[in-house]
Protein backbone atom coordinates (compact mmCIF):
# COMPACT_ATOMS: atom_id res chain seq x y z
CA UNK A 1 0.00 0.00 0.00
CA UNK A 2 2.56 2.29 1.03
CA UNK A 3 4.29 1.58 -2.38
CA UNK A 4 1.07 2.90 -4.36
CA UNK A 5 1.03 5.78 -2.71
CA UNK A 6 4.74 6.57 -3.53
CA UNK A 7 3.96 5.87 -7.05
CA UNK A 8 1.12 7.96 -7.18
CA UNK A 9 3.21 10.55 -5.72
CA UNK A 10 5.93 10.34 -7.63
CA UNK A 11 3.10 10.61 -10.76
CA UNK A 12 1.62 13.66 -9.40
CA UNK A 13 5.23 15.42 -8.66
CA UNK A 14 5.87 14.66 -12.51
CA UNK A 15 2.95 15.28 -14.22
CA UNK A 16 2.62 18.88 -11.86
CA UNK A 17 6.17 19.38 -12.98
CA UNK A 18 5.36 18.58 -16.93
CA UNK A 19 2.71 20.81 -16.28
CA UNK A 20 4.86 23.52 -15.03
CA UNK A 21 7.20 23.28 -17.37
CA UNK A 22 4.55 23.84 -20.74
CA UNK A 23 2.93 26.92 -18.95
CA UNK A 24 7.02 28.57 -18.38
CA UNK A 25 6.81 28.47 -22.35
CA UNK A 26 9.69 25.83 -22.68
CA UNK A 27 7.68 24.27 -25.38
CA UNK A 28 5.98 27.53 -27.22
CA UNK A 29 6.41 27.64 -30.79
CA UNK A 30 5.69 31.75 -31.34
CA UNK A 31 6.87 34.52 -29.73
CA UNK A 32 4.93 37.83 -29.31
CA UNK A 33 6.50 40.92 -29.13
CA UNK A 34 4.39 44.70 -29.01
CA UNK A 35 6.72 47.25 -28.93
CA UNK A 36 7.02 50.88 -30.77
CA UNK A 37 9.76 52.63 -33.17
CA UNK A 38 11.58 55.58 -33.39
CA UNK A 39 12.60 57.04 -36.24
CA UNK A 40 16.12 58.33 -35.26
CA UNK A 41 17.60 58.99 -39.13
CA UNK A 42 16.40 59.35 -42.82
CA UNK A 43 19.37 59.58 -45.34
CA UNK A 44 19.88 59.41 -48.70
CA UNK A 45 20.41 55.76 -49.63
CA UNK A 46 23.51 54.17 -49.14
CA UNK A 47 25.27 50.79 -50.36
CA UNK A 48 22.80 49.06 -47.45
CA UNK A 49 19.96 49.63 -49.39
CA UNK A 50 21.50 48.60 -52.86
CA UNK A 51 18.75 46.96 -55.76
CA UNK A 52 20.78 43.63 -55.82
CA UNK A 53 19.89 43.04 -52.31
CA UNK A 54 16.69 45.04 -51.68
CA UNK A 55 14.89 43.93 -55.09
CA UNK A 56 14.15 47.11 -55.38
CA UNK A 57 15.73 50.90 -55.92
CA UNK A 58 15.16 52.76 -52.74
CA UNK A 59 14.57 56.41 -52.35
CA UNK A 60 15.24 56.54 -48.62
CA UNK A 61 17.47 54.86 -45.86
CA UNK A 62 15.45 55.30 -42.11
CA UNK A 63 16.69 53.73 -39.22
CA UNK A 64 14.59 53.25 -36.24
CA UNK A 65 14.94 52.16 -32.47
CA UNK A 66 12.81 49.66 -31.05
CA UNK A 67 11.32 50.06 -27.67
CA UNK A 68 8.82 48.31 -25.16
CA UNK A 69 5.35 48.98 -24.40
CA UNK A 70 2.94 48.87 -21.30
CA UNK A 71 -0.37 47.34 -21.73
CA UNK A 72 -2.99 47.65 -19.08
CA UNK A 73 -4.08 43.61 -18.64
CA UNK A 74 -7.49 44.48 -18.10
CA UNK A 75 -8.41 45.89 -21.37
CA UNK A 76 -5.02 45.94 -23.26
CA UNK A 77 -4.81 49.32 -23.85
CA UNK A 78 -1.59 51.13 -23.74
CA UNK A 79 -0.33 53.04 -21.30
CA UNK A 80 3.46 52.99 -21.03
CA UNK A 81 5.25 53.74 -24.90
CA UNK A 82 8.99 53.92 -23.78
CA UNK A 83 10.01 51.77 -21.48
CA UNK A 84 13.28 50.14 -22.87
CA UNK A 85 15.26 49.82 -25.48
CA UNK A 86 14.58 46.44 -27.09
CA UNK A 87 15.87 46.55 -30.70
CA UNK A 88 16.72 48.35 -34.06
CA UNK A 89 15.78 48.35 -37.31
CA UNK A 90 17.50 49.86 -40.46
CA UNK A 91 15.11 49.93 -43.49
CA UNK A 92 15.32 51.09 -47.43
CA UNK A 93 12.39 52.12 -49.04
CA UNK A 94 11.31 52.86 -52.64
CA UNK A 95 8.16 53.59 -54.62
CA UNK A 96 6.34 50.88 -56.22
CA UNK A 97 4.13 51.43 -59.15
CA UNK A 98 1.02 52.29 -56.95
CA UNK A 99 2.18 55.82 -55.34
CA UNK A 100 0.60 54.49 -52.38
CA UNK A 101 2.88 51.56 -51.92
CA UNK A 102 6.76 51.43 -50.37
CA UNK A 103 8.58 48.36 -51.28
CA UNK A 104 10.25 47.67 -47.84
CA UNK A 105 13.11 46.19 -46.93
CA UNK A 106 14.81 45.63 -43.45
CA UNK A 107 17.28 44.10 -41.13
CA UNK A 108 17.02 44.61 -37.21
CA UNK A 109 16.89 43.09 -34.29
CA UNK A 110 13.71 42.51 -31.97
CA UNK A 111 14.61 41.06 -28.04
CA UNK A 112 18.57 40.22 -29.39
CA UNK A 113 17.28 38.13 -32.02
CA UNK A 114 18.97 38.75 -35.58
CA UNK A 115 16.08 39.13 -38.29
CA UNK A 116 15.70 40.39 -42.37
CA UNK A 117 12.26 41.78 -43.77
CA UNK A 118 11.30 42.06 -47.00
CA UNK A 119 7.69 43.54 -47.67
CA UNK A 120 5.92 46.69 -48.26
CA UNK A 121 4.36 49.83 -46.72
CA UNK A 122 0.97 51.54 -47.55
CA UNK A 123 0.06 54.61 -46.62
CA UNK A 124 -3.69 54.87 -45.32
CA UNK A 125 -4.55 58.46 -45.12
CA UNK A 126 -2.68 61.77 -45.09
CA UNK A 127 -3.75 64.76 -42.58
CA UNK A 128 -6.22 62.00 -40.51
CA UNK A 129 -6.59 62.41 -37.60
CA UNK A 130 -5.70 65.67 -38.30
CA UNK A 131 -3.75 68.32 -40.57
CA UNK A 132 0.26 67.26 -40.50
CA UNK A 133 -0.07 63.66 -40.08
CA UNK A 134 0.40 60.20 -42.16
CA UNK A 135 -0.74 57.08 -41.49
CA UNK A 136 1.06 53.78 -42.97
CA UNK A 137 0.38 49.97 -42.11
CA UNK A 138 3.67 47.37 -42.74
CA UNK A 139 3.97 43.91 -43.40
CA UNK A 140 7.43 42.39 -43.37
CA UNK A 141 8.00 38.85 -43.73
CA UNK A 142 11.15 37.99 -41.88
CA UNK A 143 13.48 35.72 -42.34
CA UNK A 144 17.54 34.87 -41.57
CA UNK A 145 16.59 34.24 -37.87
CA UNK A 146 18.65 32.71 -36.01
CA UNK A 147 17.68 28.76 -35.08
CA UNK A 148 15.21 27.71 -33.23
CA UNK A 149 13.36 30.15 -35.10
CA UNK A 150 11.53 29.29 -38.90
CA UNK A 151 10.08 32.54 -39.65
CA UNK A 152 7.86 35.50 -38.72
CA UNK A 153 6.61 38.58 -39.54
CA UNK A 154 5.87 42.41 -38.44
CA UNK A 155 3.05 43.99 -38.63
CA UNK A 156 2.87 47.88 -37.62
CA UNK A 157 0.34 50.71 -37.94
CA UNK A 158 2.42 54.01 -38.32
CA UNK A 159 1.83 57.54 -37.57
CA UNK A 160 4.24 60.35 -38.95
CA UNK A 161 4.13 63.67 -37.77
CA UNK A 162 5.40 67.22 -39.18
CA UNK A 163 8.57 66.38 -36.36
CA UNK A 164 10.23 63.63 -38.63
CA UNK A 165 12.19 62.01 -35.91
CA UNK A 166 12.13 61.09 -32.50
CA UNK A 167 9.28 60.63 -29.91
CA UNK A 168 7.07 63.84 -29.76
CA UNK A 169 5.07 64.04 -32.48
CA UNK A 170 4.02 67.45 -34.28
CA UNK A 171 0.70 68.34 -33.48
CA UNK A 172 1.30 66.65 -29.71
CA UNK A 173 -0.23 63.65 -28.02
CA UNK A 174 0.12 61.05 -30.82
CA UNK A 175 2.99 57.75 -30.41
CA UNK A 176 5.23 58.77 -32.99
CA UNK A 177 6.12 56.15 -35.14
CA UNK A 178 4.58 52.79 -34.84
CA UNK A 179 3.34 50.41 -33.39
CA UNK A 180 4.62 47.21 -33.99
CA UNK A 181 4.08 43.57 -33.54
CA UNK A 182 6.51 40.76 -34.26
CA UNK A 183 5.35 37.01 -34.34
CA UNK A 184 8.27 34.79 -34.71
CA UNK A 185 7.98 31.57 -34.93
CA UNK A 186 9.85 28.27 -33.69
CA UNK A 187 10.81 24.64 -35.10
CA UNK A 188 8.52 22.37 -32.75
CA UNK A 189 10.49 20.22 -30.92
CA UNK A 190 9.09 16.48 -30.52
Known sequence: MCRVGLALSLIASTLWFAQAWAQSG???????YITR????SRVVPSEFCAPNKTGFAPALE???????????????????TNDADVGDMRICVGQAMDPTVLGTYAEG????????????????RGNLPEEGLLTHRCFLAL????????????????????????????????????LMIFRLFKRRQP
Request: contains cysteine; aromatic residues 8%.
Open 109 to 124: HVAGVAFTGVGDCRLV
Open 26 to 32: ESEVEEI
Open 62 to 80: DQLGIKSVNTRPSDGRMTG
Open 37 to 40: SVRQ
Open 143 to 178: SGLPQPYVGGFMVSSSVYSRTPFGEQSSPPGYAQAG
